[in-house]
């Protein structure tokens, strides 16, 4: 399997991710432990989480993915087979939210305390929290790093100016740097990502691994109606924000290229973002072995200019 570098971090990941926000909310823990082996079975080993998953489920208070994974990892003694990749800032509690040094020398221990390991190897910021200085931010990991309870650190949901800020600090101080992003990216949603941040990750050598990589499953192609919006518990949301006459175009070109590939949407809509420059590896989640299967095929499909093109005309 293709290895490609989380920037300069010395970690290398497949290029594709899995993302544990299903963990606990549409996949329960068995059903979860089969996802992992068949993604590690299939040759990949990047697994992304996040201390607050999932804690919108009702009756859920945030850690629930990780702990997911963390009895996973302990029933199969897979740890030193996968990078795992958490997040720290987002929201638990009034009182626990944010880049604080103090909140992130906490939430560290919880995380690891749940994940049944003794290192992270990607701590991601999950926020931009513009209440502290990046100093005191990149301090608090640069003694997770000392302390071995980290090995490299990532940001996600940060504007370019403030990424650049923040590499400048860490260049400027000799603190360690973001050395991924992790922003939202696939085939709807391309602005965001496109405009300037990508423009700065390839400026300074960063990895990205994009989120929402199939737009909360819009880019399967399983959502054409209203009524598709009962396919799944998150179809509704789904629903709302692409079934539109732009997300419909989008769809079109997907069923295109997919024809002539012989491949499902969702692979075409992932083959897309890995083949784009500078992309370390898209995170998608799936939440059925056979959703996984075209995860899986998706590293395998070659897209040529014509395909690309004809998505991009489709989608800019
Ligand atoms: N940094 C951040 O702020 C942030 C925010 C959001 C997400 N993330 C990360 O990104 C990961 C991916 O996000 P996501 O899971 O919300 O979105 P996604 O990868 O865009 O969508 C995945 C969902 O699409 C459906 N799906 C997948 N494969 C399919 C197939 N072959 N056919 C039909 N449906 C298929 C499944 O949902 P159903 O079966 O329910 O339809 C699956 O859970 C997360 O797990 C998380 O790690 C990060």
């Given at each position: ?10 970690l290398t ?24 082996d ?13 201390d607050?998953?999932?804690?919108w ?10 702990a ?9 003694g ?28 906490t ?7 749940r ?18 200085p ?14 071995g ?9 940060i ?5 650049r ?20 990216y ?20 960063l ?6 990589s199939?737009?909360s ?11 598709d ?8 949301g789904?629903v709302?924000k ?13 069923d ?11 692979q ?13 590896a ?20 070659r897209?040529d ?12």
């Amino acid at each position: 399997m293709e290895q490609r570098p989380l920037g300069r971090s010395g970690l290398t990941v497949a290029p594709l991710g899995f993302g544990g926000n299903v963990f606990g909310w549409t996949a329960d823990e068995a059903t979860s432990h089969r996802l992992l082996d068949a993604f590690v079975e299939a040759g990949f080993n990047l697994i992304d989480t996040a201390d607050v998953y999932s804690a919108w489920v009702p009756g859920n208070q945030g850690g629930e993915s990780e702990a997911i994974i963390g009895s996973w990892l302990k029933a199969r003694g897979t740890r030193d087979r996968v990078v795992i990749a958490t997040k720290v800032g987002w929201e638990l509690a009034p009182d626990r939210k944010g880049l604080s040094p103090a909140h992130i020398r906490t939430a560290v221990e919880a995380s690891l305390r749940r994940l049944q390991t003794d290192r992270i190897d990607l701590y991601q910021a999950h926020v931009d929290d513009h209440t502290v200085p990046f100093e005191d931010t990149l301090g608090a990991f640069q003694d997770l790093i000392a302390a071995g309870k980290v090995r490299a650190i990532g940001a996600s949901n940060i504007a370019a100016p403030r990424l650049r800020e923040a590499l400048a600090v860490s260049a400027r101080e000799g603190l360690p740097r973001y050395e991924t992003l992790q922003p939202e990216y696939n085939l709807y949603d391309r602005a965001g990502y496109e405009a300037e941040l990508e423009g700065v990750c390839r400026e300074h050598g960063l990895g990205v691994i994009s989120y929402f990589s199939l737009a909360s499953g819009f880019l399967s192609g399983k959502y054409r109606s209203a009524a598709d919006a009962g396919k799944s518990a998150r179809g509704q949301g789904v629903v709302a924000k692409y079934l539109n006459p732009r997300g419909q175009a989008i769809l079109a070109a997907l069923d295109a290229v997919a024809a002539r590939h012989k491949a499902a949407s969702a692979q075409v809509a992932l083959a897309w973002l890995m083949a784009r420059p500078g992309l370390t590896a898209p995170i998608a989640s799936a939440t059925t072995l056979e959703q996984l299967d075209d995860l899986i095929a998706a590293a395998r499909l070659r897209l040529d200019a014509e395909d690309v093109g004809r998505l991009d005309a489709a989608s800019v």
